[in-house]
């Protein structure tokens, strides 16, 4: 069956470093992969897609990688603020339907 | 601009009670439209979704239904809940055009 994995376990970094949330996929050939942003008690909000010809995409200090050989993709936050401190999901299109499957997430904690 | 409205924001209900919550689009015609659900710490999962006025697909058996009844209106229904509806629900809309999900601001269900 399609899976998507996060790491469950909560990141913590010291601000001004970069950090990097993984997403790994089995079972799909996703055309993109979609990063979104999640505060608590509220909606998921979007951030980027990536397509399966691109290989990286950059938005101001967001990075997302996509590598669908290794069926992974990346999310990098460079100079990472207290303000980034969220929940961060992935999420890819089923094979059929192309209805989006989102990840558990990864929750992000920036401390100053 | 589009924007999407869900409400209740939060709604308590015993057992047994009826359920609807509705959801309304603004600023764009024919979306494509979900219903998920987030329970405490967990993934979305995909409820229902709609490409059309009257066209429903159901993900998940369960006691909820959907109805979409105009272009920029979705309703998620339950004749008897069930303490296992309890959770997050989140509507959200995108297009062929438009393939980054928007969510409403969700609604916190607690069946007590």
């Known amino acids: 069956s399609q899976k998507i994995e996060q790491n469950s376990e909560a990141l913590n970094i010291q601000e001004g470093k970069t950090a990097t949330l993984t997403c790994n996929y089995t079972n799909y050939s996703p055309a993109y992969l979609q990063w979104y942003r999640q505060d608590p008690g509220r909606g998921p909000v979007f951030l980027l897609l990536?397509?399966?010809?691109?290989k990286e995409k950059r938005k101001e200090r967001l990075k997302v990688t996509f590598d669908t050989t290794l069926k992974q993709s990346l999310f990098h936050i460079t100079a990472s603020q207290p303000a980034d401190s969220a929940t961060y999901l992935c999420?890819?299109?089923?094979?059929?339907?192309?209805?989006?499957?989102f990840g558990q997430g990864t929750e992000l904690s920036v401390k100053p | 601009s589009q924007t999407i409205h869900q409400w209740p924001a939060t709604l308590v209900q015993p057992v047994g009670s009826p359920l609807s919550l509705e959801c309304t689009v603004e600023g764009t015609s024919n979306p494509n439209l979900y219903w998920y659900r987030q329970a405490a710490g967990r993934g979305l999962q995909l409820l229902f979704y709609s490409v059309g006025i009257g066209q429903i697909s159901s993900e998940v058996p369960q006691n909820l239904s959907a109805s979409r009844p105009q272009d920029r209106q979705f309703i998620l229904s339950s004749k008897k809940l069930l303490l296992s509806d309890s959770g997050f629900y989140l509507c959200?809309?995108?297009?062929?055009?438009?393939?980054?999900?928007?969510f409403g601001s969700g609604t916190r269900l607690t069946v007590v």
């Open positions: 999420a890819l299109p089923r094979n059929q339907g192309g209805k989006l499957i």
């Open positions: 990536i397509r399966e010809n691109e």
């Open positions: 959200a809309w995108n297009s062929d055009r438009v393939y980054g999900y928007t």
